[in-house]
């Protein structure tokens, strides 16, 4: 489940959602600003925005941005399952050792 999925379901879907959101990242913001005095304001400035656009796009249908990795059990770009372990993950048996 992309993180977008999961505020969709935490917020309870519908209208408001993108609007919660926003209030929510607003409260993170200022928290932020607050506890940090002033340092790292760009920063926080950059993040805010970023999570801006992605709550704009809370009512879209399938909404996954670019760059991210699709939730489990859907196809990547190379159309793998990507709940299925790929060489050199853990899950996956090593090639056997010495002489056949």
């Not at 993180?3 to 935490?10: A, G, N, P, T």
């Not at 790292?40 to 996954?64: F, G, L, V, W």
Request: charge should be positive.
């Amino acid at each position: 489940m992309s993180i977008l999925d999961k505020v969709k379901h935490m917020l309870g879907g519908g209208a408001k959602t993108e609007q919660l959101a926003k209030q929510g990242i607003d409260k993170a913001e200022e928290l932020a600003r607050r506890k940090l005095g002033g340092k790292h304001a760009r920063h926080i400035d950059t993040a805010a925005q970023k999570a801006r656009e992605m709550a704009d796009k809370i009512n879209e249908p399938d909404a996954t941005p670019p760059g991210t990795t699709p939730a489990p059990g859907r196809a990547t770009p190379s159309g793998r399952d990507d709940t299925t372990p790929g060489p050199g993950q853990p899950g996956t048996t090593p090639p056997p050792y010495g002489p056949g």
